[in-house]
């Protein structure tokens, strides 16, 4: 298959993961209305795990071989996604939708700036002058002094934090293990953990909840899929533009089903923190020491 090729079917399965990544906004929002963070993300951590059966039973004995080596990160790993995952869904609750993917397109810097304090890998002054003009873009999103700072809006930057750091942990989990296995062993630790709150006051969902759910479970596992299957395919300098697409899909979503649009701020915000992450981006894949 030619470059070209790859780098078309690459950027196919990013925009199905903005899709998918666009829903399950959606689909959270619509949810909290009756179910709590914590609910949402066990019961969505439950239907991901039962999806995800199979491979589990096939591949157990290997998996938790795995697992019994890395144990640590594993488990930091799941406590990270976790932490990130409520954060998300807090955030999504509470604010526009698209005003939290807005403020998570921070996330590329984030990991940069993860994978220099932990990783000990080197930017350059180009990389950093980008990073700093993305988290400007953070800052006309939130306004600080003209506008209050929501807990909701803090929470979908925390977020952005806790995926860096996820990003990081799957990063050195991948020099030795499979990528499969710690997706699936990642989620099934993440549902042991959002067990915990759970079970202190469980209470059972309605049963029309359930087929919402299953859904928010579907798009959240299809959209991980196609984001790690297009990276796979081609160069993140070719994919990576089509995440912004999450922004508009998320404001057609926010203002069709509940009358929510982000403001224009928000959206010269985003533009500045895509932009920026992009750069770092290219900055990176050109191995930018300078």
Partial sequence: MSVQENALKGIIWMILATVGYSLN??????????????????????????????????NFSLGLGAVERQWKLFML??????????????????????????????????????????LREKAGL???????????????????????????????????VLYSATNVTIKILSRTEATTTITVFGNLI?????????????????????????????FTTAGQWCLAHAIGLADARVVWPFDFLRLPLTALIGWFFFAQLPDAWTWVGAVVIFAAGYYVIRLEAGGDKK
């Fill in 190 to 218: 993440m549902l042991l953990i959002s067990a915990i709150p759970v079970l202190l006051d469980f209470r059972l969902p309605s049963l029309e909840l359930f087929p919402w759910i299953i859904a928010l479970a579907i």
């Fill in 25 to 58: 906004a959606g689909l959270v929002k619509h949810l909290s209305a009756e179910l709590n963070t914590f609910e949402m993300v066990f019961w969505r951590s439950v239907f991901a795990i039962i999806f995800l059966l199979p491979w589990l039973i096939r």
């Fill in 126 to 160: 180009r990389t950093w002058l980008a990073c700093a003009v993305g988290f400007g873009g953070v800052l006309i999103i939130l306004r600080p002094g003209f506008e209050e700072i929501s807990i909701a809006a803090l929470a979908a930057v925390a977020s952005a």
């Fill in 77 to 118: 790993r799941g406590l990270l996604t976790y932490a990130a995952m409520a954060t998300t869904y807090f955030a999504l609750a509470n604010i526009p939708i698209a005003e939290v993917y807005a403020l998570q397109f921070t996330n590329s810097l984030f990991t940069i700036l993860a994978a220099v304090l932990i």
